[in-house]
């Protein structure tokens, strides 16, 4: 059983995302989408509101499963019997940044082994906290992120949470 991963902060989880989990998907038996901690980030949704955006925006994809991990994610890949760490690139902007986590993950564990994705261009300029600029400036959000997303977005302001 071929097992990857795809984590990522997901705050919240984008159209671009989906692509990516859908391509990848098809890369291996089974995909985990792993909503993870960036300490450089602070989100708008908590881990676990994030997973269930992400459950519900993934349930056509029958060997797609959703996770939270607050550790290091190469333990994450340890201990799961992992085979590959799928990451997107929308740009050679981010490629630096990208590379230099893939090779981090391998020094910090060997077995580490780094897949990317190219994203598809008719997502490349998308980002969540993008979205949430424009969501916070009160633009249109729906062609960006997933349905669910977009209710539980404006749910958050009407509860005056964010
Ligand atoms: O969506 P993001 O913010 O680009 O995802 C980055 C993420 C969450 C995958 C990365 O920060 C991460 O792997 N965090 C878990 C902690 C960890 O292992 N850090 C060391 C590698 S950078």
């Known amino acids: 059983m071929r097992i990857a991963v795809y984590p990522g902060s997901f705050d919240p989880i984008t159209n671009g995302h989906l692509d990516i989990i859908k391509r990848a998907s098809k890369l291996c038996d089974k995909l985990i989408v792993l909503v993870s901690n960036n300490i450089s980030k602070k989100g708008m949704f908590t881990s676990s509101q994030k997973a269930n955006l992400i459950i519900e925006a993934v349930k056509e994809l029958s060997n797609v499963e959703v996770d939270c991990f607050e550790g290091l994610l190469v333990e994450y890949v340890k201990h799961n019997n992992i085979n590959a760490i799928i990451r997107g690139l ?26 990317f994705l190219m994203t598809s261009t008719e997502y490349s300029y998308l980002s969540s906290s993008m979205v949430k600029e424009v969501f916070y400036m009160e633009g249109s959000i729906s062609k960006f992120v997933p349905k669910c997303v977009e209710i539980a977005m404006k749910q958050k302001i009407y509860k005056g949470e964010k």
């Open 90 to 115: 929308r740009a050679i902007s981010d490629f630096e940044m990208e590379f230099q986590m893939a090779l981090l993950n391998r020094k910090l564990y060997n077995d580490a082994e780094t897949l």
